[in-house]
Protein backbone atom coordinates (compact mmCIF):
# COMPACT_ATOMS: atom_id res chain seq x y z
CA UNK A 1 0.00 0.00 0.00
CA UNK A 2 1.16 3.20 -0.76
CA UNK A 3 1.04 4.68 2.53
CA UNK A 4 3.16 8.16 1.56
CA UNK A 5 0.44 8.78 -1.42
CA UNK A 6 -2.62 8.02 0.98
CA UNK A 7 -1.38 10.57 3.56
CA UNK A 8 -0.27 13.17 1.47
CA UNK A 9 -3.81 12.65 -0.20
CA UNK A 10 -5.53 12.42 3.18
CA UNK A 11 -7.36 9.58 1.61
CA UNK A 12 -9.39 7.82 4.50
CA UNK A 13 -11.12 3.97 4.55
CA UNK A 14 -15.32 3.66 4.31
CA UNK A 15 -17.12 5.95 2.64
CA UNK A 16 -14.82 7.68 1.09
CA UNK A 17 -13.46 4.83 -1.29
CA UNK A 18 -16.44 5.07 -3.34
CA UNK A 19 -16.83 8.44 -2.70
CA UNK A 20 -13.04 9.31 -4.18
CA UNK A 21 -14.13 6.86 -6.43
CA UNK A 22 -16.83 9.55 -8.27
CA UNK A 23 -14.23 11.64 -8.38
CA UNK A 24 -15.88 15.13 -7.17
CA UNK A 25 -13.99 17.72 -8.27
CA UNK A 26 -14.74 16.80 -12.08
CA UNK A 27 -18.31 16.54 -11.24
CA UNK A 28 -18.52 20.25 -11.82
CA UNK A 29 -18.80 19.30 -15.40
CA UNK A 30 -22.40 17.98 -15.16
CA UNK A 31 -24.28 20.03 -12.93
CA UNK A 32 -23.05 23.24 -14.43
CA UNK A 33 -24.04 23.00 -17.55
CA UNK A 34 -27.51 21.72 -16.49
CA UNK A 35 -28.06 24.64 -14.35
CA UNK A 36 -26.83 26.94 -16.73
CA UNK A 37 -29.47 25.44 -19.44
CA UNK A 38 -32.12 25.26 -17.51
CA UNK A 39 -31.62 29.03 -16.37
CA UNK A 40 -31.09 29.74 -19.49
CA UNK A 41 -34.80 28.09 -20.76
CA UNK A 42 -36.07 29.66 -17.52
CA UNK A 43 -35.85 33.55 -19.06
CA UNK A 44 -38.74 32.19 -21.47
CA UNK A 45 -40.37 29.47 -20.38
CA UNK A 46 -41.98 27.91 -17.46
CA UNK A 47 -39.84 25.67 -15.52
CA UNK A 48 -40.51 22.10 -15.20
CA UNK A 49 -38.90 21.19 -12.04
CA UNK A 50 -38.95 16.95 -12.51
CA UNK A 51 -37.32 17.70 -15.85
CA UNK A 52 -34.85 19.70 -14.35
CA UNK A 53 -33.82 17.26 -11.44
CA UNK A 54 -33.81 14.22 -14.30
CA UNK A 55 -31.40 16.03 -16.22
CA UNK A 56 -29.74 16.52 -13.23
CA UNK A 57 -29.43 13.61 -11.80
CA UNK A 58 -28.85 12.05 -15.28
CA UNK A 59 -25.61 13.79 -15.86
CA UNK A 60 -24.36 13.88 -12.94
CA UNK A 61 -24.57 10.00 -12.96
CA UNK A 62 -23.03 9.68 -16.57
CA UNK A 63 -20.20 11.96 -15.67
CA UNK A 64 -19.12 9.75 -12.50
CA UNK A 65 -20.22 6.45 -15.01
CA UNK A 66 -17.22 7.76 -17.54
CA UNK A 67 -14.89 8.50 -14.34
CA UNK A 68 -15.32 4.86 -13.27
CA UNK A 69 -14.71 3.66 -16.85
CA UNK A 70 -11.81 5.40 -16.36
CA UNK A 71 -10.50 3.69 -13.37
CA UNK A 72 -11.20 0.49 -14.45
CA UNK A 73 -9.27 0.76 -17.80
CA UNK A 74 -6.27 2.14 -16.94
CA UNK A 75 -6.12 -0.29 -14.52
CA UNK A 76 -6.39 -3.28 -17.03
CA UNK A 77 -3.52 -1.37 -19.15
CA UNK A 78 -1.43 -0.74 -16.06
CA UNK A 79 -1.49 2.46 -16.46
CA UNK A 80 -2.74 2.82 -12.61
CA UNK A 81 -0.37 2.03 -9.36
CA UNK A 82 -0.83 2.74 -5.80
CA UNK A 83 1.43 5.86 -6.26
CA UNK A 84 -0.73 7.65 -9.25
CA UNK A 85 -2.07 10.84 -8.02
CA UNK A 86 -5.85 12.19 -9.40
CA UNK A 87 -7.46 8.84 -9.19
CA UNK A 88 -10.08 7.76 -7.28
CA UNK A 89 -7.69 4.73 -5.78
CA UNK A 90 -10.01 2.44 -5.84
CA UNK A 91 -8.65 -0.76 -7.50
CA UNK A 92 -5.16 0.22 -6.62
CA UNK A 93 -5.18 1.35 -3.23
CA UNK A 94 -7.84 0.06 -1.19
CA UNK A 95 -8.26 -3.58 -3.12
CA UNK A 96 -12.28 -3.00 -4.25
CA UNK A 97 -12.53 -5.73 -7.72
CA UNK A 98 -12.14 -4.07 -10.79
CA UNK A 99 -15.13 -5.86 -11.79
CA UNK A 100 -16.89 -4.41 -9.01
CA UNK A 101 -15.69 -1.02 -10.33
CA UNK A 102 -16.89 -1.84 -14.05
CA UNK A 103 -20.39 -3.18 -12.75
CA UNK A 104 -21.26 0.02 -11.03
CA UNK A 105 -20.25 2.06 -13.55
CA UNK A 106 -22.81 0.20 -15.66
CA UNK A 107 -25.53 0.13 -13.32
CA UNK A 108 -24.81 4.05 -13.58
CA UNK A 109 -25.45 3.95 -17.28
CA UNK A 110 -28.67 2.29 -16.64
CA UNK A 111 -30.15 4.42 -14.33
CA UNK A 112 -29.39 7.43 -16.42
CA UNK A 113 -30.57 5.29 -19.22
CA UNK A 114 -33.89 5.22 -17.29
CA UNK A 115 -33.70 9.20 -16.83
CA UNK A 116 -33.45 9.46 -19.62
CA UNK A 117 -36.14 7.38 -21.05
CA UNK A 118 -39.04 9.52 -18.69
CA UNK A 119 -36.86 12.83 -20.01
CA UNK A 120 -37.84 11.54 -24.07
CA UNK A 121 -41.72 10.72 -22.92
CA UNK A 122 -42.45 13.92 -21.19
CA UNK A 123 -39.87 15.88 -24.63
CA UNK A 124 -38.62 14.18 -27.39
CA UNK A 125 -37.36 10.91 -28.82
CA UNK A 126 -34.37 12.98 -29.96
CA UNK A 127 -33.02 13.59 -26.89
CA UNK A 128 -32.40 9.38 -26.73
CA UNK A 129 -30.72 9.39 -29.70
CA UNK A 130 -27.96 12.41 -28.66
CA UNK A 131 -28.24 11.03 -25.71
CA UNK A 132 -26.88 7.90 -26.80
CA UNK A 133 -23.72 9.23 -28.76
CA UNK A 134 -23.26 10.76 -25.15
CA UNK A 135 -22.89 7.96 -23.20
CA UNK A 136 -21.21 6.36 -25.90
CA UNK A 137 -18.61 8.82 -26.19
CA UNK A 138 -18.11 8.82 -22.11
CA UNK A 139 -17.53 5.06 -23.09
CA UNK A 140 -15.29 5.47 -25.88
CA UNK A 141 -12.89 8.10 -23.55
CA UNK A 142 -11.11 5.30 -22.48
CA UNK A 143 -12.71 2.35 -23.67
CA UNK A 144 -12.47 1.00 -27.25
CA UNK A 145 -9.34 0.19 -29.09
CA UNK A 146 -8.54 3.95 -29.50
CA UNK A 147 -9.33 5.75 -26.33
CA UNK A 148 -10.23 9.55 -27.25
CA UNK A 149 -8.24 10.41 -23.34
CA UNK A 150 -4.64 9.28 -24.97
CA UNK A 151 -5.43 11.41 -28.02
CA UNK A 152 -5.12 15.43 -28.18
CA UNK A 153 -8.56 15.40 -29.02
CA UNK A 154 -9.86 14.65 -25.19
CA UNK A 155 -10.83 17.96 -24.45
CA UNK A 156 -12.37 18.77 -27.27
CA UNK A 157 -14.64 15.85 -27.06
CA UNK A 158 -15.02 16.93 -22.79
CA UNK A 159 -15.57 20.23 -23.60
CA UNK A 160 -18.53 19.80 -26.45
CA UNK A 161 -20.26 16.65 -24.92
CA UNK A 162 -20.42 17.96 -21.56
CA UNK A 163 -20.50 21.68 -22.29
CA UNK A 164 -22.08 22.53 -25.20
CA UNK A 165 -24.63 18.83 -25.44
CA UNK A 166 -25.71 19.04 -21.98
CA UNK A 167 -26.88 22.97 -22.50
CA UNK A 168 -28.60 22.68 -25.09
CA UNK A 169 -29.97 19.41 -23.76
CA UNK A 170 -30.67 21.23 -20.74
CA UNK A 171 -32.65 24.02 -22.85
CA UNK A 172 -34.71 22.05 -25.08
CA UNK A 173 -36.17 19.71 -22.89
CA UNK A 174 -37.73 22.86 -21.19
CA UNK A 175 -38.21 24.76 -24.36
CA UNK A 176 -38.55 22.07 -27.25
CA UNK A 177 -36.46 24.44 -29.14
CA UNK A 178 -32.80 25.79 -29.40
CA UNK A 179 -31.14 28.91 -30.69
CA UNK A 180 -28.21 29.80 -31.64
CA UNK A 181 -27.76 32.43 -28.47
CA UNK A 182 -27.99 29.46 -26.84
CA UNK A 183 -25.25 27.69 -28.56
CA UNK A 184 -23.11 30.73 -27.74
CA UNK A 185 -23.62 31.09 -24.74
CA UNK A 186 -22.75 27.01 -24.25
CA UNK A 187 -18.95 27.91 -26.46
CA UNK A 188 -17.11 29.19 -22.40
CA UNK A 189 -18.79 26.62 -20.48
CA UNK A 190 -17.18 24.05 -22.68
CA UNK A 191 -13.96 25.77 -22.34
CA UNK A 192 -13.62 25.67 -18.74
CA UNK A 193 -14.70 21.95 -19.02
CA UNK A 194 -12.31 21.59 -21.29
CA UNK A 195 -9.90 23.17 -19.47
CA UNK A 196 -10.26 20.74 -16.48
CA UNK A 197 -9.00 17.98 -18.55
CA UNK A 198 -6.55 19.19 -19.50
CA UNK A 199 -5.38 20.58 -15.96
CA UNK A 200 -5.67 16.60 -15.47
CA UNK A 201 -3.23 15.92 -18.49
CA UNK A 202 -1.03 18.54 -17.68
CA UNK A 203 -0.22 17.37 -14.28
CA UNK A 204 -0.10 13.38 -15.43
CA UNK A 205 1.98 14.47 -18.35
CA UNK A 206 5.47 12.91 -17.82
CA UNK A 207 3.46 9.76 -16.32
CA UNK A 208 0.88 9.53 -19.42
CA UNK A 209 3.95 9.95 -22.01
CA UNK A 210 5.35 6.85 -20.99
CA UNK A 211 2.35 4.80 -21.07
CA UNK A 212 1.86 5.91 -25.03
CA UNK A 213 -0.21 8.51 -24.70
CA UNK A 214 -0.10 11.88 -26.59
CA UNK A 215 -2.39 14.34 -25.14
CA UNK A 216 -2.02 18.10 -25.91
CA UNK A 217 -0.05 18.22 -22.62
CA UNK A 218 2.74 16.22 -24.09
CA UNK A 219 2.34 17.70 -26.99
CA UNK A 220 2.75 21.29 -26.09
CA UNK A 221 5.46 20.61 -23.05
CA UNK A 222 4.33 21.60 -19.34
CA UNK A 223 5.24 25.18 -20.12
CA UNK A 224 3.39 25.44 -23.60
CA UNK A 225 0.54 23.70 -21.62
CA UNK A 226 0.27 25.91 -19.11
CA UNK A 227 -0.07 28.78 -21.60
CA UNK A 228 -2.42 27.24 -23.58
CA UNK A 229 -4.63 26.26 -20.49
CA UNK A 230 -4.03 30.58 -19.73
CA UNK A 231 -5.27 31.33 -23.34
CA UNK A 232 -8.09 28.94 -22.97
CA UNK A 233 -9.28 31.24 -19.79
CA UNK A 234 -8.43 34.11 -21.48
CA UNK A 235 -10.72 33.21 -24.34
CA UNK A 236 -13.42 31.98 -22.61
CA UNK A 237 -13.77 35.37 -20.63
CA UNK A 238 -13.24 37.45 -23.83
CA UNK A 239 -16.50 35.49 -25.32
CA UNK A 240 -18.40 35.90 -21.90
CA UNK A 241 -17.44 40.08 -22.40
CA UNK A 242 -18.63 39.96 -25.74
CA UNK A 243 -21.95 37.92 -25.19
CA UNK A 244 -22.42 40.37 -22.36
CA UNK A 245 -21.96 43.25 -24.54
CA UNK A 246 -24.30 41.83 -27.12
CA UNK A 247 -27.13 41.87 -24.76
CA UNK A 248 -26.93 37.79 -25.03
CA UNK A 249 -26.04 37.84 -21.50
CA UNK A 250 -27.52 40.17 -18.97
CA UNK A 251 -25.46 42.63 -17.35
CA UNK A 252 -25.62 41.12 -14.32
CA UNK A 253 -23.42 38.55 -15.45
CA UNK A 254 -20.24 40.46 -14.87
CA UNK A 255 -20.70 38.84 -11.42
CA UNK A 256 -19.00 35.74 -12.96
CA UNK A 257 -15.63 37.33 -13.47
CA UNK A 258 -15.18 37.19 -9.67
CA UNK A 259 -14.25 33.21 -10.81
CA UNK A 260 -11.07 35.24 -12.36
CA UNK A 261 -9.55 34.60 -9.01
CA UNK A 262 -9.63 31.44 -8.70
CA UNK A 263 -8.61 30.92 -12.63
CA UNK A 264 -5.21 33.01 -11.85
CA UNK A 265 -4.68 30.70 -8.60
CA UNK A 266 -5.12 27.93 -11.06
CA UNK A 267 -2.01 29.00 -13.61
CA UNK A 268 0.49 30.01 -10.53
CA UNK A 269 -0.09 26.80 -9.09
CA UNK A 270 1.20 25.09 -12.03
CA UNK A 271 4.07 26.96 -12.73
CA UNK A 272 6.96 25.76 -11.33
CA UNK A 273 6.00 22.33 -9.99
CA UNK A 274 7.48 19.76 -11.00
CA UNK A 275 5.63 16.54 -9.17
CA UNK A 276 1.86 15.34 -9.74
CA UNK A 277 1.21 15.84 -6.07
CA UNK A 278 2.72 19.50 -6.12
CA UNK A 279 0.12 20.20 -8.89
CA UNK A 280 -3.23 18.40 -7.45
CA UNK A 281 -4.09 21.70 -5.85
CA UNK A 282 -4.11 24.03 -9.40
CA UNK A 283 -5.99 20.91 -10.45
CA UNK A 284 -8.71 21.06 -8.31
CA UNK A 285 -8.86 24.89 -8.70
CA UNK A 286 -9.46 24.19 -12.40
CA UNK A 287 -12.33 22.22 -11.07
CA UNK A 288 -13.49 24.95 -8.80
CA UNK A 289 -13.09 27.68 -11.37
CA UNK A 290 -15.57 25.91 -13.86
CA UNK A 291 -17.83 25.88 -10.08
CA UNK A 292 -17.42 29.38 -9.33
CA UNK A 293 -17.70 30.84 -13.17
CA UNK A 294 -20.82 28.41 -13.69
CA UNK A 295 -22.80 28.89 -10.50
CA UNK A 296 -22.37 33.00 -10.75
CA UNK A 297 -23.45 32.99 -14.28
CA UNK A 298 -26.53 30.63 -13.63
CA UNK A 299 -27.56 32.93 -10.62
CA UNK A 300 -27.53 36.11 -12.88
CA UNK A 301 -29.33 34.30 -15.22
CA UNK A 302 -32.03 33.38 -12.78
CA UNK A 303 -31.94 36.86 -10.96
CA UNK A 304 -32.77 38.76 -14.69
CA UNK A 305 -36.22 36.70 -14.14
CA UNK A 306 -36.95 39.29 -11.50
CA UNK A 307 -35.25 42.76 -12.81
Excluded at 49 to 71: C, H, K, P, R, V
Aim: aromatic share 12%.
Amino acid sequence: MSTNVREALNEKDGFQVWWRLLRPHTLTASFVPVFIGTMLAYNDYPLNWLLFGAMLLASILIQAATNMFNEYYDYKLGLDTEASVGIGGTIVRDGISPRTVLNLALIFFGIAILLGIYICLVTSWWIAVIGAVSMLFGYLYTGGPIPIAYTPFGELFAGFFMGTVIIGISYYIQSLTLTSDVIWVSVPVAIFIGAILLSNNIRDRENDATSGRRTIAILLGHRGAVIFLATLFTIAYGLTAILIGRGILPISAVIAFLSVIKAISVINGFRGKTTPLEMMPAMVATGQTNTIYGFLLGLALLADQFI
